[in-house]
């Protein structure tokens, strides 16, 4: 299994890379650690996409109308404009480009913010190869803000929990740690975690991304 980890190094330049035979839609990296981002561009470049990378949210930015069709994979945590701010200023000038956020630092209430600001996804470093491909084929599929079939597995899921399950799934999602919810529910840490495996089995899910993205479908 391939990790993609951030390195130490700065980016200086801006990459473009397009060739034959490539898949439908430009994948825009946005990440400011160079060796980072020539990973994550020799990873899509070898899946079969066209690929521009961006070592800041402003030089994306700075393409306006000419940024090709595709989708976006943006650090969160940059030097300038945060991942996070780009997301937000690309759909207030009314761009629906798909942007997949990736952290190293990420924790629940960042997660919320960035799926509640339209976030095509959220994955938190270090990912394997796959999660990232998967992520960036959904992104560019026709129609991928609908419910898809796995969504419906997963909601399914949600009948399944108990009410203490439940309970707790909401507490994990306010972005409080297992001690402060074993405090407020009068339980065992130990207890909470028990409860946080089943919800996670029940549902399917990978990781914190889908348990937020699963809460706040629930209206869907």
């Known amino acids: 299994m391939i990790s993609i980890k951030p390195g130490g190094d700065e980016a200086v330049c801006c990459v473009d890379s397009q060739g034959d035979g490539a898949l439908p839609g430009c994948v825009h990296v946005v990440e400011d650690d160079r060796p980072m981002r020539e990973s994550l561009v020799e990873l899509l ?43 937000r200023h690309l759909r207030s000038a009314g761009s629906a480009l798909p942007l997949i956020l990736i952290t190293g630092h990420g924790d629940v209430r960042m997660a919320v913010a960035a799926m509640k600001a339209g976030a095509a996804d959220f994955l938190e470093k270090p990912f394997d190869a ?73 549902t399917n899910a990978r990781g914190l991304p889908d348990l937020v993205r699963l809460w706040l479908s629930r209206g869907a």
Request: with cysteine; proline share 5%; aromatic share 4%.
């Open 45 to 87: 470049e070898e899946a079969g996409y066209t690929v521009r990378a961006y070592p800041k949210a402003e030089d994306l930015l700075a393409r306006g109308p000419g940024l090709e069709p595709g989708c976006i994979v943006s650090d969160v945590r940059m030097p300038g404009m945060d991942g996070l701010t780009l997301l």
């Open 130 to 202: 796959d999660t990232l491909l998967d992520a960036v084929e959904t992104a560019l599929r026709p129609g991928a803000n609908g419910a898809g079939a796995e969504d419906g597995e997963a909601r399914h899921g949600l009948q399944k929990l108990t009410a203490r399950e439940i309970e707790v799934f909401e507490h994990v999602v306010a972005g409080e740690s297992n001690k402060e919810i074993a405090v407020r529910l009068g339980i065992s840490p130990r207890t909470v975690e028990f409860h946080r495996a089943h919800i996670m089995e029940k």
